[in-house]
């Protein structure tokens, strides 16, 4: 009977150090979260052209597609 109680506080003494840890876990992503967010949004954004020529470029052939396209109806 003595192996059952010592598993059984075994048992709790994990559970309150795997909740300790999500809490501290949880605590430090909430203040690390801005940053993050702020980091990752920069590497996912494709770099935009400084000056307008690409996109000048990019909105020419749209149109001249868009004309074509009308034309052809």
């Known amino acids: 009977m003595a192996t059952v109680g010592r598993l059984r ?3 709790v003494g994990l559970v309150c150090v795997g909740t300790i840890i ?3 876990d949880r605590n430090a992503l909430g203040v690390l979260a801005p940053h993050l967010t702020d980091e990752l949004d920069r ?3 494709p770099p935009q052209p400084r000056n307008g020529i690409a996109r000048h470029r990019i909105n020419r052939r ?3 597609v ?3 396209a009308n034309d052809s109806h």
């Open 43 to 45: 590497r996912a954004r």
């Open 62 to 64: 749209r149109t001249q």
């Open 9 to 11: 506080w075994w048992i």
């Open 22 to 24: 999500n809490n501290i």
């Open 66 to 68: 868009c004309e074509i």
